[in-house]
């Protein structure tokens, strides 16, 4: 579904560039310019939706006693590479480049199974693909449906995922790799399963407490991760109180949680500490360019290393 959905926003998008490159070439504007008007224009109303995404949650930031500041140039290539990010996921990898999974015989590694998060597909992970391929690690795909459902709906999803990697790896434990979203239903499967069949779950920016910009979307799966109030006084959502409160201590210790202290959708951003496992905050990255981050797939290649230590 999200790649069709992907697909008629990119059709629309073309759509408004003809528009303005009609409207520009009425006015007398060369060919070439106003080809490049048309695609600018597109490419400028995609810049003001990424920008969004930082002034909607910068009111509800986690205020810690000691912040991690940027410098303005910092901030600027914060956004450009988000900019970036999902400019390649939403218009080429989700729409174009899904995929069901990759095998090597000769990997040292356990297999590993990718939870992407919300309104996304398995084309998130083209980047982070590519990566585990180069260490050849075994790696599976898991596309979650409905979009707009409930996590506690994704869970036996994950659990079909697992069982399926075990039976077509032979291993009897694999890691889990889970960006947003993804990091919660894999959460839901600990909380139903245990961790009897999974050495680790690396989660990429998930809002473990909940996020405010999820009050801004739309679905079951949206009320379950919100963040209700502003930072100071402000709760988690009654799912995520749930969740919390059914959850076994060695399933929390299993959970890396790898997080941003700049993310533009998890906020407050302390929102992706998770007590109970290993946290991993980095400085100056962006909510759908963590994947994308040559340093974090690194990090989570040496922590699927690890799983089996």
Known sequence: MISRISRTLLLIQLAIAVLFYFLLRHFDWPI????????GIVLLLRAQVTANSFFLTW???GRTSTPIEITWLQIGKLFLREYRATMLCSSWAMPFLRFDQ??????TSLPVLL???YGCNSGYWRWMS?????AHITHYALDMEPVFGSIDGYAPLVDAAVRRVQAETGQKKIVIVAHSMGGLAARAYLRDHGTTHIAKVVTLGTPHHGTAIANFGIGINC???NWLGRYEEGRSSEWLQKLAATEEADALSAIVSIYSHHDNIISPQSSAHLAGARNIAMPGIGHVALALEPSIQQMVIEEIHSAQD
């Open 59 to 61: 009111p509800y930031r």
């Open 102 to 107: 990759f095998t090597y015989p000769d990997t």
């Open 130 to 134: 590519l990566a585990l391929r180069e």
């Open 115 to 117: 939870i992407h998060g």
């Open 32 to 39: 070439a310019l106003a080809a490049l008007g048309g695609i």
């Open 223 to 225: 009320g379950e991760m």
